[in-house]
């Protein structure tokens, strides 16, 4: 069973603290490894897309990596705007297979 | 502006009650999916369909069906409310299983 686990459940951060969020996830073949950002309220917002160990993106402030195991979320020096809720997300291989969320991580960035 | 839109965004029901949720999109996108969530549960998917006239259940189906007559419509039926189904639903669609979700606003449903 594709199993997706993100730590920690919350992160309080100063302004400028910078810091990493884990999502260590199993999964029969990896198709994607997806983040996505959660304000209060609203709908999943698409930040990232991985395919493959090894491979890196960047947007802003936030940097997503990937291994064979986990992925991180770096945020650096961030801002108060950043806080919100950071949601990862898999999709295997096979067939059809929809995405397999976590229980994602909070964030709180204090000025 | 394109996306997927909810309707409602807020419902309260009572427990046997019906309703129907209703997403609709304009990208032209095969792939849609119902997901509810729940405080300390994550997202958890419902059903989702690969394009008109295909549905499949996801990891908690029970108590709600769905069909998908044209390709901008996803509707989830809730056909007798229960207390259990007090969530937060949003609908997502790509243009294949592998592309990024873009999410509804999502419907907060209460059922008493």
């Known amino acids: 069973e594709d199993q997706v686990t993100q730590s920690p459940e919350a992160l309080r951060l100063q302004e400028g603290e910078s810091s990493s969020l884990n999502c260590s996830y199993t999964v029969s073949g990896l198709r994607g490894l997806f983040w996505y950002r959660q304000d209060p309220g609203k709908g999943p917002e698409f930040l990232f897309t991985?395919?493959?160990a090894g491979e890196e993106k960047e947007k802003e402030r936030l940097k997503a990596t990937l291994t064979k195991k986990e992925s991180f979320l770096h945020i650096t020096a961030p801002k108060p705007e950043d806080s919100a809720t950071y949601l990862c997300?898999?999709?295997?291989?096979?067939?059809?297979?929809?995405?397999?969320f976590g229980k994602g991580t909070r964030l709180s960035v204090i000025a | 502006n394109a996306g997927v839109t909810q309707t409602p965004k807020f419902q309260v029901l009572k427990t046997g009650q019906s309703m129907t949720l209703q997403c609709a999109q304009d990208?032209?996108?095969?792939?849609m999916s119902w997901y509810r969530q729940d405080p300390g549960m994550g997202l958890r998917l419902i059903h989702y369909s690969v394009g008109a006239g295909i549905t499949d259940q996801g990891e908690v189906p029970n108590g709600y069906n769905v069909s998908r007559s044209t390709t901008e419509d996803f509707p989830l039926r809730l056909l007798s409310a229960a207390p259990s189904q007090t969530s937060v639903y949003f609908c997502a669609s790509s243009s294949e299983p592998r592309d990024r979700k873009i999410f509804g606003s999502g419907t907060q449903l209460s059922v008493l």
């Open positions: 990208m032209n996108h095969e792939y």
């Open positions: 991985l395919y493959s």
């Open positions: 997300a898999v999709q295997a291989r096979s067939g059809n297979t929809p995405l397999v």
